[in-house]
Nanobody, 120 residues
Framework: QVQLVESGGGLVQAGGSLRLSCAASGRRFVLGVMGWYRQAPGKQRELVAQ???????NYADSVKARFTISRDNARNTVYLQLNSLKPEDTAVYYC??????????????WGQGTQVTVSS
């Protein structure tokens, strides 16, 4: 089983920046696509950004040119740099990782979530 631990959320003023981190740990696994999702109060969870093992990324239209996703494969860690934050970015941000164990079983794991609050 793969565990994901997020960090880096907090309270920031509009126009500010934050950097989220998510580290994967467990025994004998191979990571595939990693990503960030978010869920605002009263709304469904939505994809923010994903990155492949090779570094190819895709973003939600609402965050393009403001957020950057990256990963460090050696450290099993994915990052999300949030710039030019807006109040509508306020949400709980969840890390997601897909992959498989050395035994061949696939997994789709989620972190516990980290709160990002942007004040106007």
């Amino acid at each position: 089983q793969v565990q994901l631990v997020e960090s880096g959320g907090g309270l920031v003023q509009a126009g500010g920046s934050l950097r989220l981190s998510c580290a994967a740990s467990g025994r004998r696994f191979v990571l595939g696509v990693m990503g960030w999702y978010r869920q605002a109060p009263g709304k469904q969870r939505e994809l923010v950004a994903q990155v492949s093992t090779g570094g190819s990324a895709n973003y939600a239209d609402s965050v393009k040119a403001r957020f950057t996703i990256s990963r460090d494969n050696a450290r099993n860690t994915v990052y999300l740099q949030l710039n030019s934050l807006k109040p509508e970015d306020t949400a709980v941000y969840y890390c997601n990782a897909q992959g498989y164990s050395y035994g061949g079983l696939s997994f789709d794991s989620w972190g516990q979530g980290t709160q990002v609050t942007v004040s106007s």
